[in-house]
């Protein structure tokens, strides 16, 4: 079946839908009829305790697995995603938590690791690092050479040029799983500051992450998994931390809640 598109400007065009996805490992149900629409230039968050899906929903989208039930629908036609390579030639880039680098190459050995670029026989060393160069500094990157080992690098720019290495196949959706896990602070706003970059680049990003504060610093929306299972999408700007907490947990009454509660009393008290 194919799904005509509706045209509709940058931040309001859904680029990929998902419709009753479904995957099961044996008698564990994983996931079960999740529903999610990610937008072009808007970051959509996805989060949820462990156990939640989240993994399991990226993989998928990703390719690594294959859905038990339901549709996708990429850029307006229904797809199906067989691996991790079909994934990429589509347009959905995908950054893990390991980031899969080398530490021994540098950096514009890691960006084009797999595609190199040739001139006959021999590497076009100088059309790789110039490329390389302009793709970091669209993304304001602080990365001091791009001819320096990997391993020489802060976490927040090894993440950076995991994400720099993902936009080299011109995708229109990217995936970030946990980027500023284990990252300080300045290390995580450098990130951060990387993912509204990518916004402004008009891609649809996936910010999976536990970290509220980053959620709510840049995330457009926020799609909540509960159990495998959809639990609300909420728009940032209309909704407060503890509600999205409240549908992480499946439960009204949390220490965040009950924090935000005993203030408004005191407030209410003091004036």
Same mark, same amino acid.
């Given at each position: 079946?194919?799904?005509?598109?509706?045209?509709?400007?940058?931040?309001?065009?859904?680029?990929?839908?998902?419709?009753?996805?479904?995957?099961?490992?044996?008698?564990?149900?994983?996931?079960?009829?999740?529903?999610?629409?990610?937008?072009?230039?808007?970051?959509?968050?996805?989060?949820?305790?462990?156990?939640?899906?989240?993994?399991?929903?990226?993989?998928?989208?990703?390719?690594?697995?294959? =859905?038990?039930?339901?549709?996708?629908?990429?850029?307006?036609?229904? *797809?199906?995603?067989?691996?991790?390579?079909?994934?990429?030639? !589509?347009?959905?880039?995908?950054?893990?938590?390991? !980031?899969?680098?080398?530490?021994?190459?540098? *950096?514009?050995?890691?960006?084009? $690791?797999?595609?190199?670029?040739?001139?006959?026989?021999?590497?076009?060393?100088?059309?790789?690092?110039?490329?390389?160069?302009?793709?970091?500094?669209? $993304?304001?990157?602080?990365?001091?050479? *791009?001819?320096?080992?990997?391993?020489?690098?802060?976490?927040?720019?090894?993440?950076?040029?995991?994400?720099?290495?993902?936009?080299?196949?011109?995708?229109?959706?990217?995936?970030?799983?946990?980027?500023?896990? =284990?990252?300080?602070?300045?290390?995580?706003?450098?990130?951060?500051? $990387?993912?509204?970059? $990518?916004?402004?680049?008009?891609?649809?990003?996936?910010?999976?992450?536990?970290?509220?504060?980053?959620?709510?610093?840049? %995330?457009?929306?926020?799609?909540?998994?509960? !159990?495998?299972?959809?639990?609300? &999408?909420?728009? &940032?700007?209309?909704?407060?931390?503890?509600?999205?907490?409240? %549908?992480?947990?499946?439960?009204?009454?949390?220490?965040?809640?009950?924090?935000?509660?005993?203030?408004?009393?005191?407030?209410?008290? %003091?004036?």
């Amino acid at each position: 079946m194919t799904v005509t598109p509706t045209p509709a400007p940058v931040g309001t065009s859904t680029v990929l839908a998902l419709r009753g996805i479904s995957k099961r490992f044996g008698a564990v149900q994983a996931l079960k009829n999740i529903e999610l629409d990610v937008r072009a230039g808007e970051v959509l968050a996805l989060v949820g305790d462990n156990g939640a899906g989240k993994s399991t929903l990226v993989k998928t989208i990703a390719g690594v697995y294959t =859905a038990d039930d339901g549709t996708m629908v990429f850029d307006g036609r229904e *797809v199906r995603v067989g691996s991790p390579a079909e994934a990429q030639q !589509l347009g959905i880039a995908t950054v893990f938590q390991d !980031l899969a680098l080398c530490d021994n190459l540098d *950096v514009v050995a890691n960006l084009y $690791l797999g595609r190199e670029l040739r001139k006959g026989r021999v590497l076009d060393e100088v059309e790789m690092e110039r490329s390389s160069w302009e793709l970091l500094r669209q $993304l304001s990157a602080k990365i001091p050479s *791009v001819r320096i080992p990997v391993a020489s690098l802060s976490g927040g720019q090894r993440q950076t040029v995991a994400i720099a290495r993902s936009l080299l196949g011109q995708p229109k959706v990217v995936m970030l799983d946990e980027p500023t896990a =284990a990252l300080g602070v300045a290390q995580t706003a450098e990130v951060l500051n $990387l993912v509204e970059r $990518l916004r402004e680049r008009g891609l649809a990003v996936i910010l999976i992450s536990h970290n509220m504060a980053d959620v709510m610093a840049v %995330a457009d929306r926020v799609a909540v998994l509960r !159990l495998g299972r959809n639990n609300g &999408v909420f728009e &940032v700007s209309e909704t407060k931390t503890q509600d999205i907490i409240a %549908a992480i947990t499946g439960a009204t009454n949390n220490a965040v809640s009950e924090r935000a509660a005993r203030r408004t009393r005191e407030e209410g008290t %003091a004036s």
